[in-house]
């Protein structure tokens, strides 16, 4: 089974680091995140390559796409 990177931050604390499985930064914040203005949640390959990204959205009250 394949692993990645999954990265947590925000402007209000300390980014953090998770092994995955899944390619789904969606997934990840659902987990992860901790519903911080401006968090943005990450997915990469070990070599560097992001997947997936998604950010906090306090308009919306959710986690929204972004593209990578």
């Known amino acids: 089974m394949a692993t990645?990177?999954?990265e947590v931050w925000s402007?209000?604390?300390y980014g953090?680091?998770?092994t995955v499985a899944t390619k789904s930064?969606?997934?990840c914040a659902a987990?992860?995140?901790r519903?911080?203005?401006g968090e943005?949640?990450?997915?990469?390959?070990?070599n560097g390559t992001v997947l997936s990204r998604v950010q906090w959205s306090p308009e919306e009250r959710g986690y929204i796409r972004v593209e990578v």
Not at 40 to 46: A, F, L
């Open 4 to 6: 990645y990177i999954c």
């Open 11 to 13: 402007n209000s604390s």
């Open 16 to 18: 953090s680091t998770y």
């Open 25 to 27: 930064a969606m997934r």
């Open 31 to 33: 987990e992860y995140g």
């Open 35 to 37: 519903a911080d203005g």
């Open 40 to 46: 943005v949640v990450q997915v990469r390959r070990k």
